[in-house]
């Protein structure tokens, strides 16, 4: 019997079927799965549907009374929920790990509190008043990747719940039991059947898209697979978000002073150990502060603490899962092959854990495995640059488009070239950083729709109109 329960109408229900969860760091197992079948999903469903009519009529200021309790809960829980977190994705505890994570949580859902979507009075003369209304669509179901499981998993579910609907929750496979155990903690704020949850593997996530008793899909993950979750809920026309892959460029212009920027580029780019949406992830260097900068990057890459995340004062963990870890050492080995300059890192550290140090690969380019693809790992490519347009064109010959950034000491030649990239937010001086009053969302191959503010909310919404005539 597994010692994660799926959530189900109010209730944690623990099922024989299971799977092993394992530290990253170690091997050691961390808890068991329960693996749900096709009828823990049609359970999960049935509840949230029976659920809708009830909270969808619940007054807006119950709901984010609700929003508040379920703040206070995490935050009473986070020590805990921190820790399940480490060990099982690996993140240290500390930094912009576990416990920042935790902190992001109650950000997001503390604001998800303070908004509200009122109606809006388009017109009100004499022959007619026009109002605009915001109703929620039903049952939305939310599909999370490994990488910042617990805040991610915030993201969809609050702003869905805030807004009168009803949700299934479906973790990573690789990271499921810390949000098996958030659900709980949620589920306790909320009448039963407004959250559920189930975990299981990746099968599960296919019969999300295509079941009929779902409304809309918020999903973050991989291009691949939102390509898959679209198709697969198009027979039922589902509303989508869809949140995908990216491979941020940064492009550092020669006026920048290379030592006074390097940690912030460094953590730009390694959060998280790299697996970050919208990490830095091609770093486009003008040739008159190249060698400068690779040398002060390289400096901080090896003076970062890397290990257990559990160990205080660690602040990169491993990697998360063996495909990642080997995506890396496979991506690295094709840029050692051609030839590039491996400043720091280039190999697996030996032992039990998914250990990959910082690693800055200079001399590369397109072509190049780690240029052309998301390495989604400790391993960062850095190219020489002489012309900006050159730059330019590099960093939108990419098919995904999340983030980008511009770092110079001229703010208005930087806000000059930023549209001109294509990607859904343009950092200058800074990369990465998200914020719940601001949406945030890719567009080509990122995805669509955006989450977080006011538009992230109206996300799950629809518009309906009301029109009285006066005459
Ligand atoms: P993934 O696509 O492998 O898995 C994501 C989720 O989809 C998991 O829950 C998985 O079980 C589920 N899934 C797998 N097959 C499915 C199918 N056929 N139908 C429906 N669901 C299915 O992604 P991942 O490896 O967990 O996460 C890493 C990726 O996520 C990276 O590309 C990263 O850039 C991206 N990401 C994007 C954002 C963003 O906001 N844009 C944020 C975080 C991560």
Redesign the pocket.
């Known amino acids: 019997m597994s010692d994660y329960g799926l959530i189900i109408a109010g209730e944690k229900r623990a099922i024989e079927a299971g799977f092993d969860i394992n530290d990253p760091a170690t091997g050691a197992l961390v808890g068991r799965c329960p693996n749900a079948r096709q009828v823990d999903l049609d359970a999960a469903v049935a509840a949230a549907r029976q659920a809708f009519p009830g909270w969808r009529a619940t007054a807006t200021e119950a709901r984010a009374q609700a929003c508040n309790r379920i703040a206070d809960a995490i935050e009473s829980h986070a020590a805990e929920l921190a820790r399940l977190l480490t060990r099982e994705q690996g993140k240290p505890l500390g930094g912009t790990g576990s416990e920042f994570e935790l902190g992001g949580c109650v950000a997001w859902t503390r604001y998800a509190a303070s908004i509200d979507l009122p109606v809006e009075v388009l017109e009100d003369n004499e022959q007619q008043r026009v109002e605009q209304h915001r109703k929620p669509l039903g049952v939305v179901a939310s599909?999370?990747?490994?990488?910042?499981p617990l805040m991610?998993a915030i993201w969809h579910i609050i702003p869905a719940i805030r807004t009168g609907n009803t949700v299934v929750i479906?973790?990573?496979?690789?990271t499921p039991l810390s949000t098996l155990r958030l659900i709980e903690i949620i589920n306790a704020e909320l009448p039963p059947g407004v959250i559920n949850a189930i975990a299981g593997?990746?099968?599960?996530?296919?019969a999300?898209?295509e079941h009929p008793g779902i409304d809309k899909i918020v999903?973050?993950?991989?291009?691949?697979?939102?390509k898959?979750?679209m198709a697969?809920s198009a027979a039922t026309l589902k509303r989508l978000t869809l949140?995908?892959?990216?491979n941020d460029a940064a492009i550092v212009l020669p006026d920048v002073d290379p030592a006074a920027i390097a940690e912030k580029i460094f953590w730009s780019a390694f959060i998280n150990s790299g697996?970050?949406?919208?990490a830095l992830k091609r770093l486009y260097v003008h040739d008159a502060v190249y060698e400068p900068l690779c040398a002060a990057l390289t400096e901080v890459a090896e003076k970062t603490p890397l290990g257990n995340g559990l160990e205080p004062g660690v602040l990169l963990g491993p990697l998360q899962n063996a495909?990642?870890f080997e995506k890396v050492k496979a991506l690295v080995a094709d840029a050692r092959a051609r030839g590039a300059r491996i400043l720091c890192g280039g190999d697996p550290l030996p032992g039990d854990g998914y250990f990959y140090p910082p690693t800055l690969v200079a001399d590369i380019g397109a072509g190049a495995r780690l240029v052309d693809e998301?390495q989604?790992g400790t391993a960062l490519p850095i190219i020489r640059y002489s012309d900006i347009e050159q730059a330019i064109e590099s960093a939108n010959a990419c098919e995904q488009g999340?983030g980008g950034s511009i770092w110079s000491a001229d703010i208005a030649a930087a806000r000059a070239l930023a549209p001109r990239l294509e990607c859904g937010t343009v950092w200058i001086n800074s990369h990465a950083g998200v914020q719940p009053n601001v949406p945030?969302?890719?567009v080509k191959a990122?995805?669509f729709g955006v989450?977080f503010g006011i538009a992230g909310m109206q996300a799950y919404t629809s518009i309906q109109i009301v029109t009285v005539d006066k005459q």
């Open positions: 599909i999370t990747p490994w990488n910042w991610i479906k973790p990573s496979p690789y593997e990746d099968p599960l996530g296919a999300i898209s999903f973050t993950g991989s291009t691949a697979t939102g898959k979750v697969g949140e995908l892959g990216g697996q970050t949406c919208a495909m990642q998301e989604f999340l945030f969302g890719g990122s995805g989450e």
